[in-house]
């Protein structure tokens, strides 16, 4: 068993894959027991076995495989990384398991699949098993066909797709082996049980035996619908509830489920689809036209056959379907009619959905032929017809269906209405609206009166299939007038229907209001998708928005909004009585009176017609109480109206008798139930009487009670014929104001436009001014709701009245119509958009449409023009083309039957012409404009081919084809597009330029959607591989397009569908779609409630400007794109104006009008906030461009609509210049009223700004450019600062204007720059000036560098960004220019330099040429300002620049610092003092928190006396700090510079305060540490202080600086006032660093420099003249000891070092100082016993590690003072002492240990440290021990003394050699140093014998001068000391034994410490009693640990007395040379011991 313990041993991965088979068992068993206890499923664990996971099941060994698969279930059932395997894992269970003879092996392997699928790998399993069915192995093949069967039984249909199981199952039947046929029996029949007869087609062809064994199986299925009996995790909680529904009793619930499992799977989804056009015969297109009917018969018989096939190949059957609609239309022989109809439907059924397109052509000629009597082809033509509805919706074929309804003969009238009972069937409420349901009600309701009785009775059925489908609510309306034996027979027919989606009792789901329509939202919400899927008419789109819509509007009332349907009229709600009302018959005179008498009293009818008019006032009274007393239902309100009109009646001449009448009529219409009958008999009056001027109004008031009793659009409709039927003009035209009126009350619903057309039109002719007025009010009123269309009507009137008409169109642009505040409105206002389903606004959009008069020109579009459009000769195609245009244009609106025209435009979409195809594209625009929301059914057949065009190579067809798209859709809405697989089609075209345009118009339509066909996710594959497209630009339009598609489908159906990429596809876009679920917008809200539309839905979107801000309310083609690019980059923008026609002309005859008071800036709160955040989450494009593209331009109107003025919009966007220009003056004059709107619009006005940069005329730049120094004055005076979006979209594009050629413009350019550095820091807006030099614009460069100049000038180095060098060096780069401006300009920047920075300037610039140095040395000469004579000014602004700029030049010079972030070098370059080379020591730059920014240049440089007064401080009350919003008034803004964007929470004061600590002034800078402290004092408060502790040390210790540099030099201040400043800061930190939770926070690189702050203070002479001087350093003192205690050790210790490091390699540096920082990491020493647990030991070595790199022994050995080695060992001697061994493994974040030595010194320590402790017998082993030790090292030594003799034979180094060899001697007296010398020459020998003599007599010399401080002597003979010659704390470095002298040095360190007197000190007290604050001094340890060795001292001194002591003696600082003297030292050593530890008690 030998090597069973060696892989025992092994961790337990490792025996997985170990050689031995028992090792692997029992590794798998570990594994196994390691997964059952891993209760996590995320934890690391699993990650470890992730590789070998397919290891355990592909085990070579099969008991060993058995326990592997065990473990691998367990892993796969609980590791949530498990997914990741699941490939490779499943493909090895069916290679190497499946064909295993153990069974159980068989039963893990399918477990472990099965587990698979439940953790959603489903695919990948499918995919897996399906390849295993390729296997030769049968095994295989039966445990894979097993394995899916079991996944389809658990999971169901729903998770195993099953079309490619049933693919590969004929072959599985036809296997040789036994067992595989049976199992694929086994699995036909699952199969079977989740998917019924759709299974049959597949299996037709297998053998007829197996079918037949099939048939008797299938028959014994139960026939309920199978569930899922196993759930993916994600469905898991589902299947808990189904368990709770279960457990209730309840299974009505499931019942929901069923219905919709069952039809999931459609038999032609499953089936092959098969190509049949290149079979048809090649004769067919002859023999379909020959003469011969056998021939025709052949033909046909042979597509017959052809379409039998049950799926056909999507393709191009436009010939095909026109050759048979040939033959049904025209064909004589009714035998070939009915076989051609049988084809048309083998193709309806094979193609489904993409048969669609053709449908619009056939409908008709099937219908028409209807007229045959024939039963079997009657019965042909049924089947062809019902089977073409399938492919495409009822609104397609709505128009030709309507269209044949009134065909004269009865057979067609029948059929066609039997049609649309079967239509309707296939219907639901929602693919029903009201909009499309109207007209099909209208014209069934003619044919239920027929004198046919088939055809009556084929109605009602009709109309009872609509009353089924939708219910009575939605059909009532429209049954109005129908009596009650006819509505009861429709009710009867209704009872009778059927519904294909199987729904129940009709009456039930009436009450419900459909719920159960949209597929049974009870049961569960994904039931209503499946339910529409496979139903090809129904369209899921608005299906989803059913459920939430349908149960919220219509309890409250259905919208009648048809003109004639009833509405509420005076009875609020009791809608029937009003049905019964309405229709009143006409009553004589007789009754009237009878009626009347009963109600009113007899006086009154007496007195109507007295001739007294005091008597008919007074009976008028009476009849008014009478009136306003009845009740409703009371009131005959014929019969009153009829007393009314009775004798003088209208005629009445007194008019306060006629007021009164007049009033009565009013009160009956709203008090009574009030017909159109009683309507009719007054509204002649009330005509006759509305001119009148007393009377008027009463009229008006009478009108409107009508009005809102019989509905306005009837109403309207009688006044208006009356009105015009008379001759009075005040009459018409008060007719005309009182309808504009009502209009806006009433709203537009219903009202026939036409009607008013014609009577407008005879008003707008009249020759009364007056009438000609009120029309055109009217007209404005009208183009509220209608929309830009209505002015089609007119266009042929005079061009005075057109420009009239347009100047009231104008004034309504941007106008909403305002909300119906009466009639019918007052019930439905709140339920009736909900009522309608999510198309709403386009079926509203069709009432206005349909009433637009349209033209059929079906009739011009002549076979002869069809043939020019493709003739061969390209000038013929362009005459048909043009001739197309025409009619279109003459035509203006048009029906949609357009003949064969779609064939012919769709030809020329791909002409090699590309001028024909751009002219095509500008018909196809035309085309949607005149056919309105009709064009809808020619989008599949030349609506996708316009798609095709975007990949056109050329831009601007691109750009035609885009518009043309856009100008579809707007008709159309999206969904027609979505619908069918022709987009994703589009999209799979490897097409770079279609990808890119398809996908961007889809980003740009998508997220405007409430929602979308299920076909979108069609389209997902290519989009994925868009993703990766070589094309950029496709990729990142396919990036920007995904969040929308995301939002639409769902994070989850989008990462499913990344299945069947390739793995590295697969996560790059899983990635992606992360990145974009997070940016991933809300689905629109309904339109109803965004657009500002309460009238119920009445007028379309399309038709309402306002509700459509994106959209140019003047037009609905594409004006508005090429506008603002002065249409150069759109080939489209001319014929987009044509298409407008006069319109845009008109638009500049625009007034100034009263609407445009009010603000033009919107203050919308966090607008701008948004927009920043959208910007930054990539949501909106970044503003970043070389010219502005449309894409910008659209989404800068977007954004604006929101926050400015519609009318300022328009004027802002327009395309003419001069509406610039008025735009700019309406922003000058609201500048100073609006400041908030402008602050809060800034972005957006400065990229609108931009924009106009871009433009060409001068007077809108110049004009703009006067704005920019308006604004920016306003800014620094509101003391603003722009942001850093702000800036990044303005600057840049600002500075290209520095280059225009006009003097006047660059001059204003210039202004701007000055004047927006004092809103955005000139550090800032230094690099966007930099990269203006580098344009190709030498104006540009030349004013770039003078600008730079003057910055420099203004606001010194520190605006020179990223560093003065790096800037320089490219300025420097211009004066070898070849433009003499810019060389000039280059020349006087770099002089500006040196007068500010003297001869440091040649250094910045690096290296020139020769001939570009002259040239600046002269320029420097002529200049003549030397450095001393720079401006006072700046002197006294900056009086400590130089300083900061040396220590910039020598941070220049390091090189690597210059790695440092952007950000923290702006900040690093100006407080630190000595940049030292950030590659040793890279954290101290990562250490400093970044979110505190300080403008340094106004900061330090300014001294706040440059451009601002320093403002008057805001105490803030800080009790109020943990308010959420704290906001400092705003002029305190000017000292931060990124204050504005963070203003509003308890962080962002803090950050104010802080940034004020470091201000200049001495009293601003007090105030804040004042308040600061307040903070630090209350415990409460002190926490919000936390995340802003660096930030705060850093201020603190710039204003350190700034006192040290500036304020001290500074003659002029007040002394003490820098003293008070002082104490302010000390005594914050001390509050600071007694709090112990803050004082972790401080950073190691924050407190490097904080120490360095309070050691220079420390050792600052001029404190300590100062009276309190003293008190400071005492307190700075207590300071340091506190930050030493308190902050995290780690960083403390780590700053410490660097610091160390820092000031010995600084030359400058004092050694004081040095000292100091090694006093403090003493202290740090004495602490370690407490804290060593706390510190990152690894980060402290790191330092060490580092240290010792910098610093090598050597290196040490020549400072000046050897405190600094000891201090480095005495460091890591305790760490030693306290980790032990330990210590070595800490040595990890050290990348290379052979850099520095402290490895080594290390192991020597321990090693050392080893020895000490074994027994003190053993001295004298060990050292032998160590003389062995050496000698095995001999190599080295070898190599130690070739180096020293390599030495003293150079002659530079001879010295520093003999130094080295008498060291070398001294240590190793045995040393054998003869083989080096006996090859040299007798003089070299006696040389150095001689020298070693030399040196022997200095060192004992030497040794005998006595120090007075406690420091050693410098070394002034020996250059170099020999590395191992400086004492160590613990022993020499070869592990010898050290002397006491050592101890006696250590001793006087302590007693140093402690305060006890050494000798005579010649530091200043404060400097001594540095960190004797604490009362105990914490030295225990480190005397106890003396105390322990001097015992082992006495023992082995007499071994010692020779001359190793001496030689270790040397540099030690004692007096005693001999031993004797070492001896009396010990007692004394003792004794002094002995007195420091009784004091300590």
Same mark, same amino acid.
């Given at each position: &068993? ?178 595989? +046929? ?644 007052? %019930? ?391 509406? %610039? ?288 007064? &320093? ?36 962080? $962002? ?251 080594? %010194? ?138 006491? $002298? ?68 040397? %540099? ?27 004091? +300590?008690?």
């Amino acid at each position: &068993m030998g090597d069973d313990s060696e892989w025992l041993k092994l961790p337990v991965d490792q025996k997985c894959e170990h050689k031995l088979w028992k090792a692997r068992l029992n590794g798998y068993e570990e594994a196994l027991k390691i997964f059952q206890k891993i209760r996590d499923e995320k934890s690391p664990e699993w990650s470890k076995f992730l590789g070998l996971i397919k290891k355990f099941v592909t085990d070579s060994n099969a008991v060993v495989q058995l326990k592997g698969l065990e473990a691998a279930l367990v892993y796969v059932e609980n590791a949530h990384v498990a997914g990741k395997t699941t490939g490779e894992v499943v493909s090895g269970v069916v290679s190497k398991v499946f064909n295993q003879p153990k069974a159980r092996a068989k039963e893990l392997g399918i477990e472990i699949c099965l587990m698979y699928i439940e953790i959603e790998k489903g695919e990948a399993v499918q995919e897996e098993l399906l390849k295993g069915l390729d296997n030769k192995n049968p095994k295989i093949i039966v445990a894979c066909t097993e394995t899916l069967r079991k996944a389809l039984s658990e999971f169901g249909s729903k998770v195993i797709l099953l079309k490619p199981i049933i693919k590969v199952l004929p072959k599985l039947f036809e296997s040789r082996d036994k067992a595989v +046929r049976d199992e694929a029996k086994l699995i036909a029949v699952e199969i079977y049980r989740w998917i019924r007869d759709a299974l049959r087609p597949p299996l037709q062809n297998i053998n007829s035996l197996q079918l037949k064994e099939l048939e008797e199986e299938w028959v014994k299925l139960p026939t309920g619908a199978p569930k899922p009996t196993r759930f993916l995790r994600s469905q898991q909680e589902l299947e808990a509830k189904l368990e709770q529904q279960q457990s209730a009793g309840g299974d009505a619930e499931g019942g929901g489920d069923d219905g919709d499992e069952v039809p999931q799977i459609d038999a032609y989804e499953l089936l092959e689809a098969v190509e049949i056009l290149s079979k048809l015969p090649k004769d067919f297109y002859d023999k379909i036209e020959a003469k011969k009917w056998q021939e025709r018969k052949e033909a046909l018989e042979a597509v017959e056959v052809l379409v039998k096939n049950p799926k056909l190949e999507a393709g191009d059957y436009a010939d095909l379907v026109k050759a048979l609609k040939k033959v049904v239309g025209k064909d004589t022989n009714v035998m070939l009619v009915a076989l051609a109809a049988k084809c048309l439907t083998g193709l309806a059924v094979g193609l489904r959905k993409k048969f669609g397109q053709y449908a619009g052509h056939v409908v008709p000629t099937i219908l028409e032929k209807f007229k045959e009597k024939k039963p079997q082809v009657v019965q042909a033509l049924q089947e062809a017809i019902d089977a073409i509805f399938l492919t495409t919706t009822l609104q397609n074929i709505s128009e030709d269906v309507l269209a044949v309804m009134d065909n004269k003969n009865p057979t067609i009238k029948q059929q066609t209405s039997l049609f649309i009972a079967r239509s309707f069937r296939h219907c639901t409420a929602s693919t029903l609206p009201k909009s499309l349901l109207k007209p099909f009600c209208a014209a069934l309701l003619k044919h239920i009166s027929d004198s046919a009785s088939e055809v009556r009775d084929a109605a009602f059925e009709a109309l009872g299939t609509a009353l089924k489908v939708v219910g009575e609510k939605a059909v009532n309306p429209f049954l109005v007038d129908v009596d009650k034996l006819k509505l009861d027979k429709i009710k009867e027919c209704s009872e009778k229907v059927e519904l294909v989606h199987g729904k129940k009792a009709g009456q039930a789901a009436e009450k419900k209001e459909f719920k159960p329509v949209p597929g049974r939202p009870a049961s569960s919400g994904a039931a209503g998708d499946k339910d529409t899927k496979d139903i090809s008419a129904s369209k899921p789109g608005p299906l989803k928005k059913a459920p939430a819509t349908k149960t919220g509007g219509p309890p409250k009332k259905g919208k009648p909004s048809a003109p004639g349907g009833t509405g509420s009229t005076g009875t609020k709600n009791k809608k029937g009585l009003e049905i019964k009302e309405i229709v009143e018959p006409e009553l004589s005179i007789e009754v009237c009176e009878e009626k009347a008498s009963a109600v009113l009293p007899a006086t009154c009818i007496q007195l109507l017609d007295s001739s007294n008019w005091k008597e008919r006032l007074a009976c008028m009274e009476e009849f008014q109480k009478a009136v306003e007393l009845m009740d409703r239902t009371e009131m005959p309100c014929q019969a009153l109206v009829r007393m009314l009109a009775k004798k003088p009646g209208w005629k009445e001449t007194n008019f306060q008798v006629m007021q009164m009448k007049l009033h009565i009529v009013a009160l009956i219409a709203q008090k009574g139930n009030f017909s159109k009958t009683s309507a009719q008999i007054v509204l002649d009056g009330l005509v006759d009487k509305i001119g009148d001027v007393k009377c008027g109004n009463n009229a008006k008031e009478a009108m409107t009670a009508i009005a809102e009793a019989c509905m306005l659009p009837w109403t309207a409709e009688q006044v208006m014929s009356l009105a015009f039927s008379q001759k009075n003009p005040k009459n018409q035209s008060e007719t005309l104001n009182w309808l504009s009126n009502a209009i806006k009350e009433f709203g537009f619903s219903g009202l026939n436009v036409k009607a008013f057309i014609s009577n407008v039109k005879t008003a707008l002719a009249a020759t009364n001014p007056a009438v000609r007025t009120s029309a055109i009010t009217l007209l404005g009123v009208m183009y509220l709701y209608v929309g830009p269309s209505l002015r089609m009507f007119f266009e042929d009137e005079k061009p005075a009245l057109l420009s009239q008409i347009d100047a009231e169109f104008e004034k309504m642009q941007g106008q909403s119509p305002p909300a119906p505040t009466r009639g019918i409105s007052k %019930h439905s206002i709140s339920g009736t958009d909900e009522g309608e389903d999510g198309d709403e606004p386009d079926d509203g959009g069709n009432d206005v449409v349909d009433l637009l008069p349209r033209t059929e020109i079906s009739d011009k579009i002549t076979s002869e023009l069809i043939s020019k459009i493709g003739d061969k000769n390209w000038k013929i195609r362009k005459e048909g083309l043009d001739e197309v245009a025409g009619i279109i244009n003459e035509a203006k609106f048009i029906q949609p039957n357009i003949g064969e025209l779609p064939t012919a435009l769709k030809g020329r979409l791909n002409d090699s012409n590309k001028i024909l195809v751009q002219q095509t594209l500008t018909i196809l625009q035309q085309l949607a404009v005149a056919m309105g929301p009709n064009i809808k059914q020619h989008v599949k057949n030349l609506g996708i081919p316009i798609i095709t065009v975007l990949g056109d190579s050329k831009n601007n067809v691109r750009a035609a084809a885009l518009a043309t798209v856009n100008a579809w859709a707007e008709q159309t809405g999206m969904k027609e597009w979505l619908e069918g697989e022709d987009l994703s089609e589009e999209l799979k075209k490897e097409n770079p330029f279609l990808r890119q345009e398809l996908l961007g118009w889809l980003a740009e339509k998508l997220p405007t959607l409430r929602s979308t066909p299920t076909d979108l996710i069609l389209c997902v594959p290519h989009l994925y591989s868009c993703l990766e497209d070589r094309n950029g630009d496709v990729r990142k339009k396919a990036q920007d397009a995904l969040p929308f598609f995301m939002m639409h489908l769902g994070y989850e159906k989008m990462a499913k569908a990344t299945g069947k990429l390739k793995p590295t596809s697969k996560d790059q876009v899983l990635a992606m779609l992360e990145k974009a679920k997070a940016n991933m917008p809300a689905k629109p809200a309904a339109p109803a409630k965004a657009a500002s539309k309460p009238m119920g839905g009445s007028a379309p979107a399309k038709f309402q400007p306002a509700s459509a801000p994106v959209e140019d309310s003047v037009s609905s083609t594409v004006e508005p794109k090429p506008d603002p690019k002065k249409a150069k980059a759109l080939g489209v923008s001319s014929k987009a104006k044509s298409a407008q026609g006069k319109k845009v002309p008109s638009k500049t005859s625009l007034k100034e009008d009263e609407d445009k008071s009010g603000p033009i800036f919107i203050v919308v709160p966090n607008g701008k906030e948004q927009r920043m955040k959208d910007e930054k989450g990539l949501k909106v494009l970044k503003w970043n461009f070389t010219t502005p593209r449309d894409e910008y331009i659209e989404q800068l109107k977007t954004q604006m609509s929101s926050c400015v003025a519609k009318w300022l919009q328009d004027e802002m966007f327009h395309s003419d210049f001069q509406h %610039h220009n008025k735009a700019l003056a309406v922003m000058v004059d609201h500048l100073e009223s609006e400041k908030e709107g402008v602050i809060g619009c800034l972005d957006l006005i400065l990229k609108w700004l931009t924009l106009r940069f871009f433009d060409t005329n001068t007077s809108v730049l110049m004009k703009a450019l006067e704005y920019l120094k308006l604004l920016f004055t306003l800014l620094s005076e509101e003391e603003y600062h722009l942001t850093e979006n702000e800036a990044s979209s303005f600057i840049p594009y600002l500075i290209l204007k520095v280059g225009e050629p006009k003097d006047v413009i660059r001059k204003d350019v210039r202004a701007i720059l000055n004047r927006m550095c004092l809103v955005y820091p000139a550090s800032k807006m230094f690099p966007f000036i930099m990269e203006g030099t580098k344009s190709k614009n030498s104006k540009q460069r030349a004013e770039c560098l003078e600008e730079l100049g003057c910055l420099v000038e203004s606001y010194g180095m520190n605006v020179c960004q990223p560093t003065p060098g790096k800037a320089l060096k490219e300025i420097a780069i211009h004066i070898g220019d070849r433009d003499n401006a810019v060389r000039n300009a280059a020349l006087n920047t770099i002089v500006t330099v040196y007068n500010v920075h003297g001869d440091q300037v040649f250094k910045l610039i690096g290296t020139l040429s020769e001939k570009d140095m002259s040239m600046l040395e002269e320029r420097i000469k002529r200049s003549a300002k030397r450095p001393s004579a720079a401006p006072v000014k700046q002197v006294e602004e900056k009086p400590q620049r130089t300083q900061s700029i040396s220590s910039n030049t020598n941070m220049l010079r390091k090189g690597p610092a210059e790695d440092m972030s952007s950000k923290l070098k702006i900040m690093y370059r100006t407080y630190r003092i000595q940049a030292r080379s950030m590659s040793g020591h890279p954290e101290a730059a990562q250490m400093v928190r970044r979110e505190f920014q300080l403008d340094l240049d106004e900061i330090e440089n300014d001294n706040g006396t440059v451009r601002c007064e &320093m403002p008057e401080l805001v105490q803030h009350k800080l009790d109020d700090i943990f308010e959420p919003v704290l906001i400092p008034e705003p002029k305190i803004r000017a000292l931060s510079p990124h204050f504005d964007d963070m203003h509003s929470n308890t962080a $962002s004061t803090i950050n104010f305060i802080i940034s004020q600590v470091a201000s200049g002034d001495i009293n601003t800078s007090i105030q804040a540490l004042t308040q600061i402290d307040e903070v630090l004092r209350q415990e409460d408060k002190a926490e919000a202080m936390s995340g802003h502790i660096d930030q705060f040390l850093i201020a603190t210790f710039m204003q350190l600086r700034l006192i040290y540099n500036t304020h001290m030099a500074d003659e002029k201040l007040e002394k003490d006032e820098i003293i008070k400043l002082y104490s302010c800061i000390i005594g914050n930190m001390i509050s600071l660093f007694q709090i112990e939770s803050l004082a972790r926070e401080a950073s190691t690189g924050v407190l490097k420099d904080l120490m360095h702050g309070l050691i220079t203070l420390m050792l600052d002479s001029r404190i300590e003249d100062l009276e309190e001087g003293q008190q400071v350093i005492r307190s700075v003192n207590l300071l340091v000891v506190k930050v030493l205690e308190k902050s995290d050790q780690t960083n403390i210790l780590s700053a410490l070092l660097v610091l160390l490091q820092d000031s010995l390699l600084a030359t400058a540096s004092s050694p004081k100082f040095s000292e100091l920082v090694m006093k403090c990491l003493w202290r740090m020493v004495r602490l370690l016993p407490d804290t060593i647990n706390s510190i990152n030991l690894d980060r402290i070595l790191l330092d060490i590690h580092i240290f010792m790199k910098v610093f090598p022994k050597e290196k040490l050995k020549q400072c000046k003072s050897e405190f600094p080695i000891r201090t480095l060992k005495t460091l890591l001697h305790t760490l030693c002492k306290l980790k032990g061994p330990k210590i070595l493994d800490h040595l990890t974040m050290i990348d290379n240990k052979n850099e520095s030595e402290l490895e080594a %010194h290390l192991c020597r320590m321990m090693k050392h440290s080893m020895d000490q402790t074994g027994s003190k017998s053993d001295k004298e082993t060990e050292k032998g021990a160590s003389r062995v030790d050496e000698k095995s090292s001999k190599a080295k030594v070898n190599d130690f003394l070739a180096e020293i003799f390599k030495k003293i034979g150079s002659k530079e180094n001879t010295k520093e050699g003999l130094a080295e060899l008498y060291e070398y001697k001294k240590k190793y007296s045995d040393a054998d140093i003869e083989p080096f010398l006996k090859n040299s020459s007798q003089f070299f020998q006696s040389y150095v014998e001689r020298g070693l003599r030399v040196i022997e007599m200095e060192r004992e010399g030497k040794g005998r001068i006595p120090t007075s401080t406690g420091i050693s002597p410098q070394m002034e003979v020996t250059c170099v000391p020999a590395p191992t010659s400086t004492v160590s704390s613990i022993g020499n470095t070869n592990g010898e034994e050290v002397g006491p $002298s050592v101890y006696l040095e250590r001793l006087k360190i302590l007693r140093q410490r402690c305060g006890l007197d050494n000798t005579k000190q010649d530091d200043r007290p404060p400097l001594t009693s540095l960190l004797s604050k604490p009362a105990v001094p914490a030295v225990a340890s480190s005397t106890d640990m003396l105390h322990s060795k001097l015992s082992q001292l006495r023992e082995s001194r007499e071994q010692h007395q020779h001359s190793d002591l001496d030689s270790n003696q040397t %540099h030690s600082s004692g007096t005693m040379t001999t031993s004797s003297s070492s001896t009396a030292n010990i007692d004394d050593l003792k004794k002094r011991l002995e007195r420091i530890k009784s004091s +300590r008690k």
